[in-house]
């Protein structure tokens, strides 16, 4: 019990210093590939801790981390090109709530927000 304990205090200690050490690298006017070195590092870290995953793990890990970096790359690319067109925008909304059914109804008589006809067929 007393190395789990001094592993797991090692361990906040480091991601700790860690952390300090990679705002300071940025933070502190430093060259402009930097950045570069700063994201190497992390990955680093992150594949020594992903390599001690179990298989079962492994997949969770690997499926959230496409997940993330697919939703990084959209943020990116959306607001850095056309993403502040809010047409583009609806138009994506619009064909998400399509695919799972959610749009079926909308801008109809009777719809979303639509005011359509109450039970009596009166206007409401």
Known sequence: MRDLTKSLTTFTWAMSVFGVQQ???LMGGASRGQGDHCA???NNVSKAAADTL???LRAV???GDRLQAGFVDTLFGG?????MDPNRWM?????????????SGMGQS???C???SGPSGARR
């Open 40 to 42: 190497e590092s992390f």
């Open 114 to 116: 639509g005011g359509g």
């Open 23 to 25: 705002m300071v690298s």
């Open 110 to 112: 009777g719809g979303c």
């Open 79 to 83: 607001f850095m090109t056309a993403g």
């Open 91 to 103: 138009r994506m909304g619009m064909n998400s709530m399509r695919q799972g059914g959610m749009a």
């Open 54 to 56: 179990g298989s079962s």
């Open 61 to 63: 890990y690997n499926a």
